[in-house]
C-alpha cells in the first residue's frame, strides 16, 4: 500500500504504551533500524504531546523496536518521504515541497530536524533515552533531547556526516554533551565509539547488559516518576536555561548556517546537496572504523 505522494504505507511507525506513571514512545521502523523520516518524526510528535498531556504520565522512555535503537535520518528507504508536505508544528516558517535549493533544504530541515529537536527538548516531563545497538547521526539528535540517556553494552554511537562535507547533524549539541575535544574526536574519524566510550565522556548516564537494559531504565524511570512533578518541570527547565546560558542555543543556531552553507557548497561543485552519499555508501564507509572502537560485530 502507499498514499498519494507514494510513500509505502508501514502501519504504526512510533507505538505508545503506559506502564504505570511512565510513558514507553517506541520508533518502530526495524527492518531499516528505525531510520527517521517525517512519517515518523510527526508521529512521534504526536505521541510525546499524548505523553505531556496525560496526567497520569510522570516520565517518558524512548525506546528503538529491534537490535538497534535508530540508524539516524532516511536517506534511503523506500519509505523515505522528504517530498511529502506535513503540517508545521516546530516552526512558523513556509512549507518546504513547492521551493527550491537551499530555501527547500533550510525550510525541511529547519522543521522537522532543527525545531522537531528544540521542541521534544523542552518537553515539561522528564525523558529517558533507552538506546541499543546504533545511534547514529539523526539517531543521535533523539538520544539527546532526552534528559537521560541509558544505554545497553552492545549500543555504539557515531556522526558519519563529515563524510559528506557537513559539519556535523542539524542539531549540533556535540561540545555540550560530551565536551569539545571529544566532540573534535568524533566529528573528526567519523568512528563509531562504544556505550563504554560514550560514557566516559558523559554522554550517556549508565551502561547496563543489553538483558538488562529494559528492566534498568523502568526501574529508573519509575524512582523519578515519584517525585513531584512539577518540581520535575522547573528542574528540568533551570538545567536547560544552564545550558543555553553557556551558549548551547546561540552556538547550535550558528552551526545550522555552517551546515547548509555546506548543503549548497556541495550542490555547487558535486552531484547533490550530501556530496553523493546516500545509505548504501554512507554504510559501506562507515564499516571502516577501527573494531575496538565499533561497538558491535
Not at 533531547?145 to 557537513?166: E, N, Q, T, Y
Not at 546560558?245 to 546561540?250: A, S
Not at 553523493?276 to 577501527?290: F, H, I, L, Q
Amino acid at each position: 500500500m502507499s498514499d498519494e505522494a507514494g510513500v509505502p504505507d508501514e502501519g504504526d511507525v512510533v507505538t505508545y504504551e503506559r506502564r504505570g506513571r511512565v510513558a514507553i514512545v517506541t520508533l518502530n521502523r526495524p527492518d531499516y533500524r528505525n531510520a527517521q523520516n517525517s512519517v515518523m518524526t510527526y508521529a512521534l510528535d504526536a505521541a510525546f504531546e499524548r505523553a505531556v498531556e496525560d496526567p497520569e504520565v510522570g516520565v517518558i522512555v524512548l525506546a528503538g523496536n529491534g537490535k538497534h535503537f535508530s540508524a539516524g535520518h532516511d536517506i534511503g528507504t523506500p519509505g523515505r518521504d522528504h517530498h511529502v508536505r506535513y503540517p508545521n508544528k516546530a516552526t512558523l516558517w513556509w512549507d518546504h515541497v513547492d521551493k527550491v535549493g537551499g530555501d527547500q533544504r533550510f525550510a525541511r530541515e529547519l522543521e522537522v530536524y532543527l525545531g522537531m529537536c528544540r521542541r521534544w527538548r523542552e518537553i515539561p516531563k522528564p525523558t529517558i533515552a533507552m538506546v541499543q545497538g546504533a545511534c547514529i547521526a539523526g539517531g543521535l539528535m533523539l538520544a539527546w533531547v532526552c534528559d537521560l540517556i541509558v544505554a545497553s553494552d552492545d549500543a555504539f554511537f557515531s556522526d558519519p556526516v563529515v563524510r559528506m562535507g557537513i559539519p556535523g547533524v542539524e542539531y549540533f549539541a556535540h561540545p555540550w554533551v560530551m565536551g569539545p575535544r571529544a566532540a573534535k574526536e568524533f566529528l573528526f574519524t567519523g568512528d563509531r565509539f562504544g556505550a563504554a566510550q560514550a560514557k566516559e565522556w558523559g554522554m550517556v548516564n549508565r551502561v547496563v547488559p543489553r538483558a538488562e537494559l529494559e528492566d534498568e531504565t523502568l526501574a529508573l524511570a519509575e524512582k523519578i516518576a515519584t517525585m513531584p512533578q512539577f518540581g520535575l518541570a522547573l528542574t528540568k527547565k533551570a538545567v536547560n536555561q544552564a545550558e543555553d546560558q553557556m551558549g548551547m542555543r546561540t552556538g547550535m543556531d550558528s552551526v545550522f548556517g555552517l551546515h547548509h552553507f555546506a548543503h549548497a557548497h556541495n550542490a555547487e561543485v558535486g552531484a547533490d546537496s550530501l556530496g553523493g552519499m546516500n545509505a548504501k555508501t554512507m554504510k559501506a564507509t562507515a564499516s571502516t572504523a577501527p573494531a575496538e572502537q565499533n561497538g558491535t560485530t
